[in-house]
Every structure is written in structure tokens, then in C-alpha cells.
């Protein structure tokens, strides 16, 4: 490769700020052109490194293609296109620009070869994605991005801080197998645990995600977290300890997910339970995990942004996704229920849709390890998808109590963007092998068994039959408009007032410093002014006596300093 | 719109309990075929009767439950950022 410009990241990157430019129909088809260009030269790059240079001292690797990188660019690049499809009549050329920088960033960062061209492209898409929050121009929207922002620049100073001490031990800058051996690998675990929201330190993505735009949060679901589990199944790949923070990942959020009123922040919390599955999969690191964690990044992106796509329509013709608000939209929206209904019944994994083939390679890998109490938590976890996302969503929205609310249908382009994630959902589910020849690893896993068809069947359906009887006998928890407190509380409440105190404090120090910096410059001045003023005994014209007295001190000082040496 | 007054079909709730009925029916069903399959499961476990029926239905009723518990705890008023 000689040319840059044969990049897929590049191309996204530039055309979203040539874009800005472009009369309104023009740039239009330019935005669905950019993912199409961009996918044409990934399939036509054969595996291997392009792009090697130096800087300094380091060999740098702007583009390495091999099975991981490719896939996750592929899925990158045909959710793009999907987004494009969506967001066809949005108007706001920077929120365009932001998007198209931010998932060409997330992509020149999967396909990077070395901790360093990694590091400028994982910056890239904090700030692009920031910039993404920040264009639904909300009060909300302004806070949230902010306290994104900070979190994602510090992951990328932990990324930068563990590349250099990397380097220094190893003499290499190459992405590969990193591992806990060393301090450098702990710090770039640290950076890869922000970006994927691993527990306590997820908060920013319940805190984000709503707060952006109908657009802004169908793009932001896609890349940041999954660009995190990329990083990790190829920097971490059968790292323990994973095992067990996925399934703690998968199982405390649905906690929250089932008690929040904003239906676009229960969609947050499930996609923190997903990655949770995906980092199980890293943790355990066979190769039927690693395939699972792969095939279940693929369908997950795909199945959730359906679903932030279905409630950024209601936001868009409602001007709400409150659960307290909403309901009996079916009758206003019948399609975008259905392809709600779509997305719903695929992360909730049911049989002849996207997720039921991906995450059971995740717990089969578990299981033939012989995980069984992950494996139990996972299962635990599956129930609890089920509820927030597989009934919750579509329940609370298009069915419950009819809301009165009546409004008119998606727009067309907004439904032919869900209408093509649903098929994929769909054929993914129904013909698995299409998927299979993308993984990583050969598959030697049949999902459609009598066992596992049967077995999942009756896991859902009598998760299903607890909901009714719960929803019958007035158990299930109402929709009521609240403020749930998470683990963020200790830095918007007490970590925020600790930092205003300290700001005063430090604003009182700096008067009293001032104030005592006065006193002192009174102090010496009028000193000065006695001794040195126009009356001051210094300032006479000295007399012979002070003279001689001087002399004597000089002299004195003389014959001390010549007995000591 | 032009469907505000339309009676729909989930409106009557006797059509709402024909669905709930027909999960029960299949519930119901999915118990019997128990009886009728070997299952390939991974730990010793899976192979008590309708484990996943059961493992299903006390895990969501137990989620629920506690995460309802939960916001005794949690739950503020909407503006508490504000």
C-alpha cells in the first residue's frame, strides 16, 4: 500500500469533514458513499501490515488486517452505513462531521498495529464522541459530555503512560498479547477497563448515552465500548480475572436497568450487561470463547442499535422515552414496534434470531471449561435481559397502559435504517454460518440442537410467564419518574462538592496569601523607610565612627572565617 | 391522527388474555417434552427436572423483586442532579 488515502479510516475521517461543505442532497448520498468506499477497500486488503514508518525511534503500524481487525472493522463499517440511513435528514453538519470522525477513529483504531497509532486514534474518538454529546446542545447534554470527556481523555493517559513503559521493557510498540505480568500491562488494562464500562467504572455510559442526540445515540452505542472489547480480546485474551468481572458485568446491571424510567438509559444498562458476556468470553480465551465473544460483538451491535434506533423514533415523534409517559404507541407506530419487537427478542437471545447464535458459544466456552457458577450467573443474567430489554422496552413503550399519546409513523428513512438491522438479525439467526466464516477461530459449534433450542425455550417463556404473573398481581415495579443513584453519585455529589470546597479553599488561600504578602510589603517598606528615608540612620552621610565600625565588623568576620579554615 | 378513535385488537383485554393463555400452553408444553428428549447438558445439574423452566422463572421473579427492593435505597426525585 501506497497510498494513505487506502485506509478505511482515513477515508471516513476526511469525508466527514469534506461532508460539512457539500449542498444538503449531495451530501446526503456522499454520507451512505463513505462506509460503502470504505468497506470495498477493507475486503480488497489482504491480510498482512501496510503502512510502516518510523518516528523517532519507533516503528509505527498504521494498518495490520488480520481476522480480529477485519471483522470488527467490517461490523464497524455496515453499522455506519446504517446510521447514515438514519440520521438521512439530519441537518446539523458538525453532529455529521463528529459521527463520521468517531467511527472512522474507532475504526483506525482496530486496525492499528501499535500501542501508539492506537493511542492518537482512541483520543480521536473520545473527543469526536464528545463533541457528538455535546450536539444535542441540552443542559444535560453539555454536564454529561463533560464528565465523558474527562473519563475518556483519562483512559487514553493511562493508554499513552502504559505504551511508553511498555516500550521501555519490551523495545517493541507492537499491539499484540499483552497480559498482567508487568506494571505497563496493568496500566493499559486500566485504560481498556474505562472504555469498556467494566463495574464502578461504567458510570459514563448510563450518564452519556441518553443525554445525546436521536442520532448521536444509535452511533455512540456502536463503537467506544466495543472498540474497548476489541482492545481487550486482543491484549487480554485468557485473562482470569476477566472471567469473573464479565459476569459481574453481566449481572448488576439489570438491577438498574429494571427500576430506570428513561427507556434510552435501561437500553444503557443492558448494553453494559452484553459487554459483560463478551468480557467472560475474553476471560476464558479459548478459541470457541473468543469466537463467541466476536460473533456476539457482531450481533450486539447490530441487535442495540436496532433498539436505540426504535427509541430514538419515539423520542423523535414523542419527545420522550420515559417509561411514565409513554405507552399503547403501537397504534401510532406499528413499525417501528415490530422492529422493536425484533431487537428485543434478539438480545433476549431467542432461537431463529442474532443473539441466541452468539451467546451460547459464550457459555458453552464457560461450560467446557468447567465454570459452573459463571455459567449460572450468565444464565441468571440471561433471565434478567429478558426483562429490561426483551419486555421492558417494547412493553413500556408500544404496549401497557395506552398513554393517549398518538402520533404519526417513524419517517421513511428512519425505518429502512431499522428494517435493515432487523433482516440482519434475522439472517444471522437463521443461517449462523454466515457469521461462523467470519470468526477468528474455525467454529465447531452447532447452536440449533434440540438441547439448546428447548432448553433456551423454556428459560425465556417461563421468564415471560414470571412477568405476567408479577404484572397481574400489581408486583412488577410501576414506571415512576425518578433519579436512581449509581456508583456516580460519588462524584456528582460529594466528589463535586469536595472540589468546590477545595476551589474556595484555595481562592480564600490565595486572599489570605495576597492580604499577608501586603502586610509584609507594608512592613519592609516602612522599615526601608526608617532606616534608609530622609530621616533614616542609614541614609545620613556617614561619619567617620560609622566607618571604622564597619571596618572592625569586616575585619572581625575576617579572622573568624581564618580560624575555621 | 387518523386512527385515534380505531378500536384495536389488543384492546379488549379478552384477546390480551387469548396471548396469555397461549403462553401458558406452551409453558406447559415445553414441561412435557421433559419426558421425551435426552439432554446434552454440561454439569450433572441441568438434568433435574425443568431446570431451566424453574431456573428462569424464580431468577426474573427474584430480580424484580430486589431490584423493586432496591429503590427504597436508590430512588430520588428526578431533578437530584439538577
Not at chain 1, 470546597?501 to 489570605?512: L, V
Not at chain 1, 545620613?540 to 565588623?553: D, E, I, K, L, N
Request: charged share 10%.
Amino acid at each position: 500500500m501506497t497510498n494513505i488515502l487506502f485506509h478505511p479510516a482515513i477515508i471516513l475521517i476526511l469525508g466527514g469533514l469534506v461532508q460539512t461543505i457539500l449542498p444538503t442532497q449531495l451530501r446526503r448520498i456522499f454520507l451512505l458513499a463513505l462506509p460503502v468506499l470504505g468497506a470495498f477497500v477493507l475486503v480488497n486488503l489482504d491480510a498482512g501490515f501496510y503502512g510502516q514508518f518510523h518516528v523517532f525511534n519507533y516503528e509505527l503500524t498504521l494498518l495490520r488486517v488480520d481476522e480480529l481487525s477485519f471483522i470488527f472493522s467490517l461490523i464497524f463499517l455496515i453499522a455506519l452505513f446504517i446510521v447514515a440511513i438514519y440520521a438521512w435528514q439530519e441537518k446539523d453538519k458538525l453532529q455529521l462531521a463528529s459521527m463520521f470522525v468517531y467511527a472512522g477513529a474507532a475504526i483506525g483504531a482496530v486496525l492499528a498495529g501499535d500501542l501508539l497509532t492506537l493511542f492518537i486514534f482512541w483520543e480521536v474518538t473520545a473527543i469526536s464522541s464528545a463533541l457528538l454529546i455535546w450536539a444535542n446542545k441540552t443542559k444535560g447534554a453539555l454536564r454529561a459530555g463533560q464528565r465523558y470527556f474527562i473519563i475518556h481523555v483519562t483512559s487514553g493517559l493511562f493508554l499513552l503512560i502504559g505504551a511508553i513503559l511498555h516500550y521501555h521493557s519490551t523495545g517493541s510498540l507492537a499491539f499484540d498479547h499483552i497480559g498482567t505480568e508487568s506494571l505497563s500491562g496493568w496500566l493499559i488494562l486500566i485504560a481498556f477497563a474505562i472504555k469498556c464500562a467494566f463495574p464502578l467504572l461504567h458510570n459514563w455510559l448510563q450518564d452519556s448515552y441518553p443525554e445525546a442526540s436521536v442520532v448521536g445515540t444509535v452511533a455512540l452505542s456502536v463503537y467506544t465500548t466495543k472498540l474497548a472489547v476489541y482492545a481487550l480480546a486482543r491484549g487480554y485474551a485468557g485473562t482470569e480475572m476477566l472471567i469473573w468481572i464479565g459476569a459481574l458485568m453481566t449481572a448488576f446491571p439489570i438491577f438498574f436497568a429494571v427500576i430506570e424510567n428513561d427507556l434510552r438509559r435501561v437500553l444503557s444498562y443492558s448494553l453494559n450487561n452484553q459487554l459483560g458476556f463478551m468480557v467472560v468470553g475474553i476471560g476464558v480465551g479459548t478459541e470457541m470463547a473468543l469466537n463467541g465473544t466476536v460473533a456476539h460483538a457482531f450481533a450486539h451491535i447490530l441487535y442495540k442499535a436496532l433498539l436505540f434506533m426504535s427509541m430514538g423514533a419515539v423520542l423523535y415523534r414523542v419527545g420522550t422515552t420515559k417509561a411514565s409517559e409513554l405507552g399503547g404507541l403501537y397504534k401510532s407506530m406499528p413499525w417501528t414496534a415490530g422492529f422493536c419487537i425484533i431487537g428485543a427478542m434478539s438480545i433476549s437471545a431467542f432461537p431463529l434470531l442474532s443473539g441466541f447464535i452468539s451467546k451460547a458459544m459464550i457459555l458453552t466456552a464457560a461450560a467446557n471449561e468447567g465454570h459452573w457458577l459463571i455459567w449460572l450467573v450468565l444464565l441468571f443474567a440471561s433471565a434478567g435481559v429478558l426483562d429490561h430489554s426483551g419486555i421492558k422496552v417494547p412493553f413500556f413503550s408500544f404496549f401497557a397502559h395506552d398513554s393517549g399519546k398518538r402520533c404519526a409513523e417513524a419517517p421513511a428513512n428512519m425505518l429502512i435504517a431499522m428494517g435493515i438491522a432487523a433482516a440482519f438479525c434475522i439472517v444471522i439467526g437463521v443461517y449462523p454460518s454466515l457469521l461462523y466464516n467470519l470468526l477468528p477461530h474455525t467454529v465447531d459449534f452447532i447452536p440449533y440442537t434440540a438441547s439448546h433450542v428447548i432448553t433456551q425455550l423454556q428459560l425465556l417463556l417461563f421468564s415471560a410467564l414470571a412477568f405476567v404473573v408479577l404484572f397481574r398481581s400489581n408486583l412488577y415495579p410501576p414506571e415512576i419518574p425518578s433519579t436512581n443513584l449509581d456508583f456516580d453519585w460519588f462524584y456528582r455529589k460529594p466528589g463535586a462538592y469536595l472540589a468546590r470546597g477545595f476551589a474556595t479553599m484555595i481562592s480564600r488561600g490565595e486572599e489570605n496569601i495576597l492580604c499577608a504578602l501586603k502586610k509584609l510589603t507594608f512592613v519592609v517598606g516602612s522599615r526601608l523607610h526608617r532606616h534608609h528615608g530622609p530621616q533614616g540612620i542609614l541614609s545620613r552621610t556617614w561619619p567617620t565612627g560609622s566607618m571604622v565600625m564597619w571596618v572592625a565588623f569586616l575585619l572581625g568576620a575576617y579572622l573568624i572565617f581564618y580560624y575555621i579554615y | 391522527m387518523k386512527d385515534n378513535n380505531k378500536k384495536h385488537w389488543l384492546d379488549n383485554a379478552e384477546n390480551v388474555n387469548k396471548i396469555v393463555y397461549l403462553l401458558y400452553i406452551v409453558c406447559a408444553a415445553l414441561l412435557v417434552t421433559e419426558f421425551f428428549y435426552h439432554r446434552h447438558g454440561y454439569f450433572d445439574f441441568e438434568n433435574w427436572f425443568g431446570f431451566y423452566a424453574w431456573f428462569g422463572f424464580l431468577a426474573y421473579i427474584s430480580i424484580v423483586m430486589s431490584a423493586k427492593f432496591l429503590r427504597r435505597f436508590i430512588k430520588r426525585k428526578e431533578d437530584y442532579y439538577d
